[in-house]
């Protein structure tokens, strides 16, 4: 098993990851480790196959080949149930959040808790989700909204908090920032590094590489689906990894 110096296993370790859609090849030959409290930024143009990756590690598509391991276990994420029950939690590009339901119901759709009498404990959700968005600052009317109500940047916000709030050892973040305003993002980014407290691994998506460099500690490019390469933050600039991105030489 892959160790670093302090003798710990990855969180999560992809190797070899294929995955065709039809003719098209979206991912070919991807390796990554995820530390426990490492935050790694995933990087790449416009259809690089970054939202790909995200969706085979959390169970949404199946790759075409490789290997899945979870703390030195291989795993097959065959659904979205069975990545959140290996501790794994995304926000994704599109959202994904139910847009007739409440802000508190979504922030715990699919475990809901009950009461003695095994209904709905609507008291708890409600309770909870109001501390949740008051810690990360996340501005809505009223966790009681509706989502389809919300606006965007309030959309992600939520998506966020319940990310964070059910993660235990990975979280996947897709562009977690891209409809959020200035202090959205800073509270965004702050919340992000807080889940190295709790040992938690990072994959971040983001197109701002103002924001790549202020959270990662390394750095996986992708270019059409190939795995061009991986730097520590400390030790390349923007420079490289644009050059990297595109192709081109800066
Ligand atoms: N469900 C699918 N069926 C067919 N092709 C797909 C599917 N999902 C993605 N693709 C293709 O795979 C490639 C990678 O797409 P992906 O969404 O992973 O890119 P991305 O790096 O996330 O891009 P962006 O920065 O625009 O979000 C693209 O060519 C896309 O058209
Ligand atoms: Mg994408």
Redesign the pocket.
């Known amino acids: 098993m892959d160790t670093t110096a302090s003798g710990r296993a990855p969180v999560l370790q992809l190797k070899d990851i294929r995955k065709h859609?039809?003719g098209?090849t979206?991912i070919e030959n991807f390796a990554l480790e995820i530390y426990p409290g490492e935050i790694v930024a995933l990087v790449?143009?416009?259809?690089?196959?970054?939202?790909?990756?995200v969706k085979i590690v959390s169970g949404v598509h199946a790759p075409s080949s490789g290997t899945i391991t979870m703390e030195g276990r291989e795993v097959t994420m065959a659904s979205a149930t069975m990545a959140r029950s290996h501790g794994i939690e995304v926000v994704y590009?599109d959202l994904a959040l139910a847009d007739q339901q409440t802000v508190y119901m979504n922030l715990f759709l699919g475990r809901e808790p009950v009461n003695r009498f095994g209904l709905l404990d609507r008291r708890r959700m409600i309770d909870e989700t109001d501390k949740l968005v008051k810690e990360l600052d996340v501005r809505i009317p009223s966790v009681r909204a509706t989502i389809r109500n919300l606006s965007g940047g309030q959309r992600q916000g939520v998506a966020i908090a319940r990310a964070t709030h059910w993660a235990s050892k990975l979280i996947l973040l897709?562009?977690p920032t891209a409809a959020l305003g200035v202090s959205e993002t800073a509270k965004v980014e702050e919340t992000v590094r807080s889940l190295k407290q709790r040992n938690i691994g990072v994959l971040i998506?983001s197109?701002s590489l103002d924001q790549v460099f202020r959270l990662a500690d390394r750095i996986c490019v992708?270019r059409r689906?190939r795995q061009i390469g991986i730097r520590n933050a400390a030790e390349t600039d923007k420079n490289e990894i644009i050059a990297m991105i595109t192709g081109l030489q800066h």
Do not use: R, V
């Not at 790449?44 to 990756?53: C, F, I, V, Y």
């Open positions: 859609f039809g098209i979206a790449g143009d416009n259809g690089a196959g970054k939202s790909t990756l590009q897709d562009e998506i197109h992708l689906g």
